[in-house]
């Protein structure tokens, strides 16, 4: 074990879980290779106007089976939020608030359908958007609801649409598999806890157990960082890893803990030979797509006149959102909302999705700025100065990322493919059991894919592979 050479490919939380759990097995000779100029991979945080904000992983969701909550709920540093995030209010293109108890109804009515429909979306052959859709204008045409206007409800339930893709990151939910978003298991407990004041970059350090002098902790010497893989070579041992700057590598075993949009977009030059069939399969149709974030630091906090302003969510009206439909600013169609972020009073986070996300990515700063205040405006009655800072994220764009993370597609459920096959490593022949390339990350986990507690498990699963193949197969580790 202190002999083998083990290169970790990526350092965000399944890259940087792998590592430690393998230094402590006892395993020496660590490397992990970054592509970025930091750490935390799809965990990104960044200072901003108070205190800091996440560009990427933002929430610990749920207590119960949650290793990032198990590992940190004695330490301090996350608090609940589910009050604050659980709050729905919606406003019109008119500046109009939807009345409450129609909210409440609405909310009520889909919500029914995908939790009290689960059984049967586990059987049931095709998209979320077709399920949920047929029966939620189904529910509508009951006679206890024949006094809810069928033209708000639409609009109403197109925003509960992108809300849905947002926790999912589709494009839309006919790409969503009905059956696939139920083989997600949540963890009980508040969904929506947050990092307090130091981001979700906190609980990285944690793992690293880094201290003010070392960052990197148990980690130090072991990252390099502006290491872009471009070859591995695995069909030989040692095998080869080959980066952007022409180094070449030898290792024993190679993690590779990189985005599924990566793979997507490069796996037929990444691997060499190439990968197996079944794995192709898999990276090519499992579901992967961005979630937006763009932040907003104003000089004073506008919506002060509201103390329990939870933020708003917008509901279009059919005559607004058609005037702005083919012109440059049709890309505001998907941003889903502005809601204030916690332990930064003068902030707002505007959420958006799909290809109108990403097309917001290439747009200069100042544009995409112009239309964050023009919505605003258009939504709310109150006067609205200026911003003074403005950030966003750009996962699409970055070629290390390509996305934000995955979801389970119907091209998936048709084409049988699974995270399983994603995780299941290389070896040198079919004969041969001994793990070559290893793989690890949110995409590649069974029932918790899509978040950091999906990649923090997969790092430690594939440790333990490696263990177990150095210690006497009587002697297994738990």
């Not at 990151?169 to 307090?196: F, Q, R, V």
């Not at 605003?376 to 994220?393: H, Q």
């Amino acid at each position: 074990m202190k002999n083998a050479r083990i290169v970790i490919i990526g350092t965000g939380p399944a890259g940087i879980a792998a590592a430690t759990k393998l230094l402590e097995l006892g395993f020496e000779k660590v490397t992990l290779l970054e592509a970025e100029n930091r750490i935390g991979g799809r965990i990104y945080t960044i200072p901003f106007a108070a205190n800091v904000v996440d560009l990427g992983g933002q929430w610990c969701y749920g207590q119960k089976d949650n290793v990032v909550y198990e590992l940190v709920k004695d330490e301090n540093l996350v608090e609940h939020s589910r009050e604050e995030m659980q709050k729905f209010m919606f406003i019109r293109s008119n500046k109009r608030l939807i009345c409450y108890n129609l909210m409440d109804r609405l909310k009520a009515i889909y919500e029914n359908i995908l939790e009290g429909g689960k059984n049967e979306m586990l059987t049931y052959k095709g998209s979320v958007g077709k399920f949920v859709t047929d029966k939620f204008f189904k529910a509508l045409e009951k006679p206890e609801n024949s006094d809810i206007n069928m033209t708000s409800a639409k609009q109403i339930f197109e925003s509960f649409k992108k809300m849905e893709n947002s926790s999912n990151a589709s494009d839309t939910l006919d790409e969503l598999s009905a059956k696939g978003i139920h083989e997600y298991w949540d963890c009980e407990g508040d969904l929506w806890m947050n990092w307090k004041e130091k981001g979700y970059l906190r609980f990285l350090q944690f793992l690293m157990k880094s201290t003010e002098t070392n960052e990197l902790g148990m980690l130090d010497q072991k990252v390099k960082l502006g290491k872009q893989v471009e070859k591995i070579t695995w069909s030989r041992e040692p095998i080869q890893i080959k980066c952007k700057d022409n180094e070449i590598i030898e290792a024993d075993h190679a993690i590779v803990t990189v985005s599924l949009g990566v793979l997507k977009e490069k796996h037929s030059k990444l691997f060499e030979p190439q990968l197996p069939a079944e794995k192709i399969r898999a990276i090519e149709t499992i579901g992967f797509g961005t979630i937006n974030k763009m932040y907003l630091e104003f000089p004073d906090q506008f919506w002060y006149e509201r103390e329990d302003w939870p933020g708003f969510t917008i509901v279009w009206r059919d005559e607004e959102l058609a005037e702005i439909r083919g012109t440059s600013q049709a890309w505001l169609e998907d941003v889903i909302g502005f809601y204030p972020v916690v332990h930064q009073p003068k902030t707002l986070c505007g959420w958006m999705i799909g290809p109108n996300g990403r097309y917001m990515e290439t747009l200069p700063e100042k544009e995409v700025i112009d239309g964050c205040m023009f919505l605003l405006r258009k939504f709310l009655y109150w006067k609205i100065s200026e911003p003074v800072a403005f950030k966003r994220s750009t996962w699409s764009s970055s070629e290390n990322f390509r996305g934000s993370y995955s979801f389970q597609s119907v091209k998936a459920e048709e084409a049988n493919a699974k995270p399983s096959d994603l995780a299941s490593p290389l070896t040198k022949s079919v004969d041969d059991n001994k793990p070559i390339v290893l793989f690890a990350g949110e995409a590649t986990s069974y029932h918790h894919y899509g978040t950091v507690q999906g990649a923090v498990e997969t790092g430690w699963r594939e440790a333990k592979r490696l263990a177990d193949l150095y210690v006497d197969s009587n002697n297994k580790l738990e």
